[in-house]
């Protein structure tokens, strides 16, 4: 069965270097989500991406994330300048369409630890 | 703005225990309405969803049915198995956004 990968499954950095979070998406898909659970916390909406750009992003999602579709298989999330607070775990998702009824699979998470 | 609220957690039962996972929802409109499912190590997986009142979802024995009067989802499965221990997302999503939006989550330990 198809599914959603991510890498790297931990990540440790230090406060204000940039991360790259990346993630497989499900070959045929044609949009791409972020999310992230800060420890004890919702899982959060991010970011969605659909046709090489930006489909929706909430609050959280400011200037110091962006997102890209380097290449036909992978999707990734950078962070500029890490701060404490952007400790969480990051999961990404794919769905094969939009609206309610198109299932987002979700890929295991990146673990990402701000010191 | 929308929200979903479930049941703390742990939730710790027998094997072959009824369960029942409480999941109230606030939103405007007619949100479609998901159960995912944390087993330990891997991604969320969808266990089943709602897309209109009255809908009942179900999968793996679970079953869930979106009652709009008390605005409620709640998981609920017969006879538990060892297997079924990961933590379960309850979450809403409306036609129009892309977004979920998910519960806290309610970690299920299930005693042999």
């Known amino acids: 069965e198809p599914e959603v990968t991510q890498t790297p499954s931990h990540q440790v950095t230090q406060m204000g270097q940039e991360v790259i979070l990346r993630c497989v998406p499900i070959?045929?898909?044609?949009?791409f989500y972020w999310y992230r659970q800060i420890l004890g916390q919702k899982v959060e909406f991010l970011v969605s991406?659909?046709?090489?750009?930006?489909?929706?992003k909430s609050e959280i999602f400011d200037d110091q994330f962006s997102v890209e579709r380097p290449d036909g298989s992978n999707f990734t999330l950078k962070i500029r300048s890490t701060k404490l607070e952007d400790s969480a775990m990051y999961f990404c998702?794919?769905?094969?369409?939009?609206?309610?009824?198109?299932?987002?699979?979700f890929g295991p998470g990146t673990r990402l630890t701000v010191l | 703005g929308d929200s979903v609220t479930q049941m703390e957690g742990p939730v710790t039962l027998s094997e072959e225990a009824f369960l029942t996972i409480n999941c109230t929802y606030t939103?405007?409109?007619?949100?479609?309405l998901f159960w995912y499912v944390q087993y330990p190590g891997e991604g969320l997986q969808l266990l089943l969803k709602?897309?209109?009142?009255?809908d009942k979802g179900s999968n793996k024995g679970f079953e869930a049915t979106y009652r709009k009067e008390t605005t409620s989802f709640h998981l609920e499965k017969g006879s538990v198995q060892v297997s079924d221990s990961a933590v379960y997302f309850c979450?809403?999503?409306?036609?129009?956004?892309?977004?979920?939006?998910f519960g806290k989550g309610t970690r299920l330990h299930i005693l042999p």
């Open positions: 998702a794919s769905s094969g369409g939009q609206g309610s009824t198109d299932t987002q699979y």
């Open positions: 070959s045929n898909h044609l949009y």
């Open positions: 991406f659909y046709n090489n750009e930006i489909s929706e």
């Open positions: 939103a405007t409109g007619y949100p479609s």
């Open positions: 709602a897309t209109k009142a009255d």
């Open positions: 979450a809403l999503k409306r036609n129009r956004d892309d977004k979920i939006i």
